[in-house]
C-alpha cells in the first residue's frame, strides 16, 4: 500500500502527528520534498521531537526512513537530528538519504536573506534556511547532490566553478558582500561526507523492491498545497510542489502505485510569512486560537496568522491532490468558542468563486463568505471514538466534509500519539481503494 499525507492548507496542519501514527504500520516512510524549512513534531514516551529533515517515522526502529530525491538537504542540520536523537540513546540505523538528493549549501541561506532584503516590501517571509535558493541552483543545473560527496575531484572542481564563477561575483557586484572561500567549503563538505557516507545510497532498488513486495510505503508531503511552487498563492511559495504529483517525482514512487492520499488539514488556517490569507482573523479569536494552538513557528518561532477554516481552500486541496480521506486535527484548539465560521465561497466583482483564484490579487481583495455554527464549549481531549464527541462538534465535522467533498476518518483532538478519534483507519481505506 501507498499512501501519500498531503497538507491541504498553509502548512501546519500537523502532519507530523499523521505521519507518526500511520508510521507504527509502514515499512518505509519516505520524505519527498521540502528542506529543513519544515518542521514535525512528535510527542512520544521519548519526550517531544522536533524534526525538520528526518522523516517522523524515524523513531519507529523497524521502519526504514528514506530521504528522497526531491528534499534539499543541509548537512548540518541532518547531522545536528541524527546527534539529538543519539543524545536520547537512539540510534538512526534505518535512515538513508538518496544520492540524488540536492544540498543546501552554506552559502544558500545567505543569498536567502540577501534576496528577501532586496524585495523590501515585497519580500515573501520565507524561513532564510536557504531552500528557495538551493531549489532555483538545482533547476539552474549547479546545485550539489548528496551523491556529490563522495567525489572529491568532483566537488573540488564544482565547487571552483559555482563558488568562484558565479556565487562570488554575484555577492561582490550585486551585493559588495565579503567573498566565499572555496577552499573552505571544500574542506567543511567534505566532513559532511564523512558522517553522512553510511546513509547515502541510491533508493531506486530499495522503493522498488518495497513496492514488488506490496510492502506499506507512506510519502511524507511537508509544507502544503497553497504553498506549493504552481498551485499556491504563488510567489509567496516555497521553492518545491509540496502536493501529491511532486511526492511522486520527489521519491520515484509511480504515481499508478499511489492508493490513497490522506489530505491534512488543521480545524481552522494558519499561514506563516506574507501573501493572501483570506479568512485572516485579527483581534481577540484570533489571539485566543493562537495562543491554545500554540500557534509560533516550529522552525523560526514566529507568530502564524490565523483564521476561520476555509473550505474553499480545502476543496481545492482535495481536488488537486484527489484526495479521498481527510485528517482534521487540532479540533480541540475550537473547544472554547461559541460561534464558529467556516468560509464556504468567496465573492469577488460580483463573481462567487468556490476555490481560490489564481490570481492573487483577486484572492487579496475578495470578500469570504462564511457559514456560522454553534462551538461545542466542551473539552474533547479523551473522545476516541465518533460517539465521544459533542453533538455540535460532529456537526462541525460534517459540515467540513460536505464542503470539502471527503470523508474525515482521523480527528486530532489532542497532541499526544494516541490523541485521535478514528472513524476509518487510512491503511484499510487504501487497500478497499
Ligand atoms: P521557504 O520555503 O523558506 O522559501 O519559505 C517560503 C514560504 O513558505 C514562507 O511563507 C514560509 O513561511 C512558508 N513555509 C515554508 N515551509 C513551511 C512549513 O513547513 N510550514 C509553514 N510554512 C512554511
Given at each position: 500500500m501507498v499512501i501519500i499525507i498531503v497538507g491541504g492548507q498553509w502548512g501546519d496542519?500537523?502532519?507530523?502527528?499523521?505521519i507518526d501514527y500511520l508510521s507504527e504500520q509502514a515499512h518505509l516512510v519516505i520524505r519527498p520534498q521540502g528542506g529543513n524549512n519544515a518542521g514535525h513534531t512528535v510527542i512520544t514516551e521519548h519526550g517531544e521531537f522536533k524534526f525538520q529533515l528526518l522523516p517522523s517515522g524515524i523513531l519507529y526502529p523497524q521502519v526504514t526512513?528514506?530521504?528522497?530525491?526531491?528534499?534539499?538537504?543541509?548537512?548540518?542540520v541532518v547531522l545536528k537530528e541524527i546527534e539529538q536523537l543519539r543524545e536520547r540513546g537512539l540510534e538512526p540505523h534505518n535512515l538513508v538519504i538518496s544520492e540524488r538528493a540536492h544540498m543546501v549549501m552554506s552559502y544558500h541561506p545567505i543569498f536567502d536573506r540577501l534576496e528577501e532584503g532586496v524585495r523590501g516590501d515585497d519580500r515573501l517571509g520565507t524561513t532564510w534556511r536557504g531552500v528557495g535558493p538551493a531549489y532555483?541552483?538545482?533547476?539552474?543545473?549547479?546545485g550539489f547532490r548528496i551523491g556529490d560527496l563522495q567525489k572529491e575531484v568532483f566537488m573540488r572542481k564544482k565547487i571552483d566553478f559555482v563558488v568562484g564563477q558565479v556565487k562570488n561575483p554575484i555577492l561582490d557586484k550585486l551585493y559588495g558582500e565579503p567573498q566565499l572561500d572555496t577552499e573552505a567549503i571544500l574542506?567543511?563538505?567534505?566532513?559532511?561526507?564523512r558522517e553522512l557516507d553510511p546513509?547515502?545510497?541510491?533508493?531506486?532498488?530499495?522503493?522498488q523492491s518495497a513496492l514488488d513486495r506490496s510492502d506499506n510505503v507512506l510519502l511524507e508531503g511537508a509544507q502544503a498545497t497553497m504553498l506549493d511552487l504552481d498551485f499556491g498563492t504563488y510567489p509567496y511559495v516555497t521553492g518545491s510542489n509540496p502536493t501529491a504529483g511532486g511526492a511522486c517525482t520527489g521519491s520515484g514512487i509511480p504515481p499508478t502505485r499511489v492508493d490513497l492520499t490522506l489530505g491534512c488539514l488543521k480545524a481552522y488556517t494558519t499561514r506563516v510569512g506574507y501573501g493572501p490569507f483570506p479568512t485572516e482573523l485579527e483581534g481577540a479569536i484570533g489571539d485566543q486560537i493562537r495562543e491554545r494552538g500554540h500557534e509560533f513557528g516550529t522552525v523560526t518561532g514566529r507568530a502564524r496568522r490565523v483564521g476561520w477554516f476555509d473550505a474553499c481552500v480545502a476543496r481545492y486541496a482535495v481536488r488537486v491532490n484527489g484526495a479521498a480521506s481527510i485528517a482534521l486535527l487540532k479540533l480541540d484548539i475550537l473547544d472554547e468558542l461559541d460561534r464558529i465560521k467556516v468560509c464556504s465561497s468567496y465573492e469577488f466583482r460580483g463573481e462567487t468563486h468556490r476555490h481560490p483564484m489564481a490570481n492573487i490579487s483577486h484572492l487579496k481583495h475578495c470578500e469570504p463568505q462564511y457559514v456560522e455554527v454553534p462551538g461545542w464549549e466542551a473539552d474533547i481531549g479523551s473522545a476516541r471514538r465518533w460517539e465521544d464527541l459533542p453533538r455540535a462538534c460532529r456537526d462541525y465535522i460534517e459540515l467540513i466534509e460536505s464542503e470539502v467533498g471527503?470523508?474525515?476518518?482521523?480527528?486530532?483532538?489532542?497532541?499526544?500519539?494516541d490523541q485521535f478519534v478514528e472513524r476509518r483507519n487510512p491503511w484499510t481505506r487504501a487497500k478497499a481503494a
Amino acid at each position: 500500500m501507498v499512501i501519500i499525507i498531503v497538507g491541504g492548507q498553509w502548512g501546519d496542519e500537523g502532519k507530523g502527528k499523521v505521519i507518526d501514527y500511520l508510521s507504527e504500520q509502514a515499512h518505509l516512510v519516505i520524505r519527498p520534498q521540502g528542506g529543513n524549512n519544515a518542521g514535525h513534531t512528535v510527542i512520544t514516551e521519548h519526550g517531544e521531537f522536533k524534526f525538520q529533515l528526518l522523516p517522523s517515522g524515524i523513531l519507529y526502529p523497524q521502519v526504514t526512513c528514506v530521504i528522497g530525491n526531491g528534499v534539499v538537504v543541509d548537512p548540518r542540520v541532518v547531522l545536528k537530528e541524527i546527534e539529538q536523537l543519539r543524545e536520547r540513546g537512539l540510534e538512526p540505523h534505518n535512515l538513508v538519504i538518496s544520492e540524488r538528493a540536492h544540498m543546501v549549501m552554506s552559502y544558500h541561506p545567505i543569498f536567502d536573506r540577501l534576496e528577501e532584503g532586496v524585495r523590501g516590501d515585497d519580500r515573501l517571509g520565507t524561513t532564510w534556511r536557504g531552500v528557495g535558493p538551493a531549489y532555483g541552483d538545482k533547476v539552474r543545473r549547479i546545485g550539489f547532490r548528496i551523491g556529490d560527496l563522495q567525489k572529491e575531484v568532483f566537488m573540488r572542481k564544482k565547487i571552483d566553478f559555482v563558488v568562484g564563477q558565479v556565487k562570488n561575483p554575484i555577492l561582490d557586484k550585486l551585493y559588495g558582500e565579503p567573498q566565499l572561500d572555496t577552499e573552505a567549503i571544500l574542506q567543511e563538505y567534505l566532513g559532511y561526507a564523512r558522517e553522512l557516507d553510511p546513509y547515502i545510497k541510491d533508493t531506486f532498488p530499495l522503493i522498488q523492491s518495497a513496492l514488488d513486495r506490496s510492502d506499506n510505503v507512506l510519502l511524507e508531503g511537508a509544507q502544503a498545497t497553497m504553498l506549493d511552487l504552481d498551485f499556491g498563492t504563488y510567489p509567496y511559495v516555497t521553492g518545491s510542489n509540496p502536493t501529491a504529483g511532486g511526492a511522486c517525482t520527489g521519491s520515484g514512487i509511480p504515481p499508478t502505485r499511489v492508493d490513497l492520499t490522506l489530505g491534512c488539514l488543521k480545524a481552522y488556517t494558519t499561514r506563516v510569512g506574507y501573501g493572501p490569507f483570506p479568512t485572516e482573523l485579527e483581534g481577540a479569536i484570533g489571539d485566543q486560537i493562537r495562543e491554545r494552538g500554540h500557534e509560533f513557528g516550529t522552525v523560526t518561532g514566529r507568530a502564524r496568522r490565523v483564521g476561520w477554516f476555509d473550505a474553499c481552500v480545502a476543496r481545492y486541496a482535495v481536488r488537486v491532490n484527489g484526495a479521498a480521506s481527510i485528517a482534521l486535527l487540532k479540533l480541540d484548539i475550537l473547544d472554547e468558542l461559541d460561534r464558529i465560521k467556516v468560509c464556504s465561497s468567496y465573492e469577488f466583482r460580483g463573481e462567487t468563486h468556490r476555490h481560490p483564484m489564481a490570481n492573487i490579487s483577486h484572492l487579496k481583495h475578495c470578500e469570504p463568505q462564511y457559514v456560522e455554527v454553534p462551538g461545542w464549549e466542551a473539552d474533547i481531549g479523551s473522545a476516541r471514538r465518533w460517539e465521544d464527541l459533542p453533538r455540535a462538534c460532529r456537526d462541525y465535522i460534517e459540515l467540513i466534509e460536505s464542503e470539502v467533498g471527503a470523508p474525515v476518518d482521523l480527528i486530532g483532538v489532542g497532541p499526544r500519539r494516541d490523541q485521535f478519534v478514528e472513524r476509518r483507519n487510512p491503511w484499510t481505506r487504501a487497500k478497499a481503494a
